[in-house]
């Protein structure tokens, strides 16, 4: 890989963490969309499990309770597991055209629903997590993002904002576990892809400590939409590139 492209994909690591760090964005959508622009989806992709693994990992543990609310959404991240082996055998298929426009589909709908301010409220129940857990697993093997329609699910539902955050991380973790594998099987997985992962996660850390200052400085919620807005237009124009 050429060291421009190396340069490229650790400064948009560093970039998606700030934004996670300052406005509590998914680090793989806003990473995904950028690097859609100058890699093939397919390294993208695999590139960004390390940093965003770890990443998940760690908040999961600190945000504690992890086998109350495996056991209360357990049927949600069962469901991911077929809808991820579907996306990603549609992925290996070679098409990246699908891929692009469904994450960009993807970052329009989170952008839209973060400005929209998410106050749609639902009960909480088994079809709807078999429902939205098959939907976020095709879109995440499809595309590599996992927060839709899994976020706005969550949010939507009357539990704490700690529960929120650790419902939402297990997801993530254990749907990184799969997609590595998956990936693997594949072959879009090897040594160079890896040791670029590895070295990510040094931006990736740094970019989140810097949110968390900035974050503490400027008003969250006013760069927050500014952010939102930033996503929503990036994925607006990953469909548009797509189609054209």
Not at 69 to 79: E, G, N, P, V
Not at 92 to 101: E, H, K
Not at 107 to 113: A, I, K
Not at 172 to 198: D, P, R
């Amino acid at each position: 890989m050429e060291p421009l492209i190396i340069a490229c994909i650790l400064a948009t690591f560093f970039f998606a963490a700030f934004l996670k760090g300052t406005a509590g964005l998914g680090f793989a959508t806003t990473c995904l969309g950028i690097m859609a622009t100058y890699i093939d989806l397919r390294l993208a992709i695999p590139l960004v499990i390390i940093p965003s693994l770890i990443s998940n990992t760690m908040v999961m543990i600190d945000a504690g309770g992890f086998v109350t609310i495996f056991k209360r959404f357990r049927i949600l991240y069962a469901t991911c597991i077929p809808g991820l082996i579907l996306g990603l055998w549609i992925l290996g298929s070679g098409d990246t055209v699908l891929p692009r426009t469904v994450l960009g589909v993807s970052m329009v709908l989170y952008g839209s629903w973060g400005l929209w301010g998410g106050t749609a409220r639902l009960e909480h129940s088994p079809l709807l997590d078999s429902t939205i857990g098959l939907l976020t697993g095709l879109v995440n093997g499809l595309t590599g993002s996992q927060i839709m329609p899994i976020l706005p699910y969550l949010m939507s539902l009357d539990i704490t904002k700690d529960e929120l955050v650790q419902a939402i991380n297990t997801s993530f973790t254990i749907s990184s576990l799969i997609m590595l594998l998956g990936l693997g099987k594949l072959g879009l997985v090897n040594t160079e892809v890896m040791l670029i992962s590895a070295v990510g996660t040094l931006p990736v850390g740094a970019g989140i400590w810097l949110g968390g200052r900035v974050r503490r400085i400027l008003p969250e919620a006013v760069f927050r939409k500014v952010m939102l807005t930033m996503i929503t237009l990036l994925g607006l124009g990953l469909v548009v590139r797509a189609i054209l």
